[in-house]
């Protein structure tokens, strides 16, 4: 076994597997909360009565899904420091995968919104609600339940795109793998490892979105 897949580079580099699993779990972690937010804000600006707001959050939405990752996150990286504010590859990395996917999860919280019956938004502003109120109380916990699995989604993508932290040394799995790869002139057993590492995240986090799909549609 240790002839096809050498169990002595992870235990001889376990301190740089570790480190950078920990770094990929946190910066996972911090885009998944900021898409979220983000992208429910971009969604609701997108289908908001006020123009000008509609007019923003589209041409952001489209300008951020139609150019690569990567470019964004070499944006963050390289557009600071010729300002004079440097900014770390990890930094810089979380930031470009929060936007990045924040986009996509607009889109589909969009769509989620546009399926709650246009009657339930009638009847609460009939109430009373303004339309903030309306889209916190009413249509956005309607349309959350009904967009979980696309969102699932982006957040499984979001932990597999983190590994373009490693182009601007963001410290991630992929990132230590090189380094690994480099010092021992080992590829397979290193990044088959590197797989298992993001396998311990991406299970976890399919199984949990999972059980919250059954559950929300239980509650309807």
């Not at 006020?50 to 390289?78: C, G, M, Q, Y």
């Not at 959350?144 to 040394?169: D, E, M, R, Y």
Request: charged share 10%; proline share 5%.
């Amino acid at each position: 076994m240790d002839k096809f897949l050498s169990f002595s580079i992870l235990i001889k580099y376990w301190d740089m597997y570790l480190e950078g699993f920990l770094n990929t779990l946190q910066v996972s972690l911090i885009a998944l909360a900021g898409s979220f937010i983000l992208g429910t804000v971009l969604a609701v600006m997108r289908i908001s009565p006020v123009k000008p707001l509609n007019w923003i959050s589209t041409a952001f939405v489209e300008f951020i899904r139609n150019i690569p990752l990567i470019l964004i996150v070499f944006l963050f990286f390289l557009g600071p420091s010729s300002l004079g504010v440097p900014m770390s590859g990890f930094v810089a990395g979380t930031l470009g995968l929060t936007i990045y996917t924040a986009v996509f999860i607009a889109e589909a919280v969009r769509a989620g919104i546009q399926a709650v019956p246009k009657g339930q938004t009638e009847a609460a502003r009939a109430s009373g609600l303004t339309y903030a109120q309306t889209m916190r109380f009413i249509v956005l916990p309607q349309a959350l339940k009904i967009v979980i699995p696309p969102i699932g989604n982006q957040f499984l993508n979001l932990v597999k795109n983190s590994s373009v932290l490693s182009v601007v040394a963001g410290l991630d799995l992929m990132y230590y793998a090189d380094l690994i790869s480099t010092k021992t002139f080992v590829v397979f057993s290193v990044y088959i490892f590197v797989a298992l590492f993001y396998l311990i995240i991406t299970i976890p986090l399919s199984l949990g979105l999972a059980y919250l799909e059954r559950r929300m549609a239980r509650s309807q």
